[in-house]
């Protein structure tokens, strides 16, 4: 077993930033690949950023890219996520998920869940 727990969210105007804080405990952090998620109100969840176990390869959302970074500490046992230039759109509540193996963009395929962090962007 895998529990995350995500920090960092928040009220912030357009165009501010915010980073999401993502903790794990249990089995050994360094053995997984990390995704952060989003969901609004009515929408689906979707992907925003990837990260291998390695942190070699990342993934982002078309509509994240080049605002946001995803990162990993895996001597801290966290992996972040970075959101510069924020937009209204971004407003959704935010998870990072856990899973063994490739870091893909499927949410289904992903093992563990935190229990998610609000982020809303004001106009």
């Known amino acids: 077993q895998v529990q995350l727990v995500e920090s960092g969210g928040g009220l912030v105007q357009a165009g501010g930033s915010l980073r999401l804080s993502c903790a794990a405990s249990g089995r050994t952090f360094s053995n997984y690949a990390m995704g952060w998620f989003r969901q609004a109100p009515g929408k689906e969840r979707e992907v925003v950023a990837t990260?291998?176990?390695?942190?070699?390869?990342?993934y982002y959302a078309d509509s994240v890219k080049g605002r946001f970074t995803i990162s990993r500490d895996n001597a801290k046992n966290t992996v972040y996520l970075q959101m510069n230039s924020l937009k209204p759109e971004d407003t959704a509540v935010y998870y990072c998920a856990a899973r063994s193996g490739f870091a893909i963009m499927t949410p289904g395929e992903y093992d563990y869940w935190g229990q998610g962090t609000q982020v809303t962007v004001s106009s």
């Open positions: 990260i291998s176990w390695s942190a070699h390869n990342t």
